[in-house]
C-alpha cells in the first residue's frame, strides 16, 4: 500500500509537471508560425496520408487518434496554437496515424483489445464494489476483480510502445523537415519527455495495483 500511494504520488507529480511543461512551451513560438492543424496535415501529408481528417476537440490536452474513425482529435489549444507545444503534440497525435498506416504491430494489438479492456474496466468497477460487501461470502469475487485488472493492465504495458513510438516518429518528423529548429526541438522533445512519463506511471500503478490484490487474494486465510 505504501508503494502505491508513492506511485499515486509521482503520478500527481509528473501530471502537474506536465501541465507546467505545456504551459511554459505553449508560450514559445514556431519560428514558422504553423499552427497545430497545420503542423498536423503537414506531416500526414509528408507521409502520403490522405484518409485520416484533422478536427478540433474539446478539453484540455483531450488530444488523440482515433484509428476508426481516422480522425486525428486536437485540443483547442493544440489545433490552435502556434507554439512548440501545440506542434510537438499534434506531430504525436499524427505518429499514431502513421502507425496505423504502417500496420506497427503494437498499434494494433492494442487497437484488436479495446472492446475487451472497456468490458473488462466496467467488470473491474462492479467487481470491486461486489468483493467489498461480500468478499465473506464469495472470495471468488476477488478473483474476477483480478482477472479484469490483469487484462487493463496488459493495456497500459501495451500502450508504453505506441506511445513511446509515436513520440519518436514525431521528433524525426520535426527534425528532419525543420518544423522546429534549433532550441524548438529540445523543447519539444522535453515536452513529449513529460508525456510518455504519464503513460509508464499509470502502467506502474496498474502493475502495483495487481499485485496487490493477487497477494490479497491468496493471503486471504
Known amino acids: 500500500m505504501v508503494l502505491i500511494g508513492a506511485i499515486a504520488l509521482v503520478g500527481f507529480l509528473v501530471q502537474s509537471r506536465l501541465k507546467s ?3 511554459k512551451y505553449g508560450q514559445v513560438g514556431l519560428s514558422n508560425g504553423l499552427s497545430g492543424y497545420q503542423v498536423a496535415t503537414a506531416m500526414l501529408n509528408h507521409y502520403g496520408i490522405h484518409n485520416v481528417q484533422v478536427v478540433q476537440g474539446e478539453g484540455f490536452l483531450s488530444d488523440h487518434y482515433n484509428p476508426q474513425t481516422k480522425t486525428v482529435a486536437l485540443s483547442p489549444e493544440v ?8 506542434a510537438s503534440v499534434a506531430a504525436h497525435e499524427c505518429g499514431h496515424a502513421v502507425q496505423d498506416d504502417t500496420a506497427y504491430s503494437m ?6 483489445i479495446v472492446p475487451v479492456v472497456k468490458f473488462a474496466s466496467v467488470v473491474q468497477q462492479w467487481g470491486f464494489l461486489a468483493a467489498m460487501l461480500f468478499f465473506g461470502s464469495f472470495p471468488q469475487l476477488l478473483l474476477i476483480v483480478i482477472i479484469a485488472m490483469a487484462i487493463t493492465t496488459l493495456f497500459s504495458l501495451i500502450t508504453l510502445p ?4 509515436a513520440s519518436r516518429r514525431a521528433l524525426v518528423w520535426l527534425d528532419s523537415t525543420g518544423t522546429t529548429r ?6 519539444a522533445k522535453d515536452s513529449l519527455k513529460w508525456a510518455a512519463m504519464t503513460y509508464l506511471v ?3 500503478s496498474s502493475v502495483a495495483m495487481l499485485v496487490y490484490f493477487i497477494l490479497s487474494y491468496f493471503g486471504r486465510d
Open 107 to 112: 498499434l494494433r494489438l492494442r487497437s484488436a
Open 21 to 23: 511543461k505545456f504551459h
Open 79 to 86: 489545433y490552435n496554437g502556434r507554439s512548440v507545444a501545440a
Open 202 to 204: 499509470a502502467a506502474l
Open 162 to 165: 505506441v506511445e513511446f513510438d
Open 182 to 187: 534549433g532550441m524548438e526541438y529540445d523543447y
